[in-house]
């Protein structure tokens, strides 16, 4: 696909221009605001990989905001990756921070999420409804492994990360709606996956951050 090609996927766009999208480009102010108040939240306690998911966090907004005004493969690859690099990120934390493994092995699980994604993906593609977002769906499902994996170590983290799937698949219900109600809500549903996903992601950094000033205080 040429980077310039046009994309039409989402209920509200019904034109090329810019604006086509207001209300899905407008609502990605919830990521940047959920990101300002991390920013406040972490700032002063010493959190830099909490401080990097921050800032992804605010790309996530700018990238989507790009994709939903100029719709073109290029801005969906801005949309798509600073996402990726958000999960790639979290999971390190969870390995390096909370599992306490050594760097080699911290990257090498992170990097283990790839072959996951790839084997699952196809499963969740094959199901009726999550098939839309069938790559999305892979990250819940991860999220609560984890917490079940976590549950003993860092109980409170992973009833958080429990709360944190929870948030992500209700988002990913209003993504995968989008189309399916377009006929009944002309305006669609992708918005709500804009404000549910921005209060998700600043939840994820929020329990981390939790984790790790508890942690800091316990070992004090």
Known sequence: MELTAQ??????????HFWAEPVNALTNLAFILAALVMAARLWGHGLPIALVLTGILFAIGFGSFLFHTYATAWAAMADVMPIAGFILLYLFALNRH????????ALLGTLAF????????????????FDISAAY????????????LLRRRAGALARGMVIGAGLLALSLTARSLDMPLCAALPLGTHFLWHILNAIMLGWM????????????????
């Open 7 to 16: 994309i039409d996927a989402y209920c509200e766009r019904l034109s090329p």
């Open 205 to 220: 950094i929020e329990i981390y951050r939790r984790h790790m000033l508890a942690a800091r205080a316990g070992g004090s």
């Open 98 to 105: 909370v599992w306490r493994w050594p760097l080699w092995l």
């Open 137 to 148: 769906w892979t990250v819940p499902l991860a999220l609560v492994v984890y917490a079940g």
């Open 114 to 129: 790839l072959p996951y994604a790839a084997l699952t993906t196809p499963i969740f593609s094959a199901l009726p409804f």
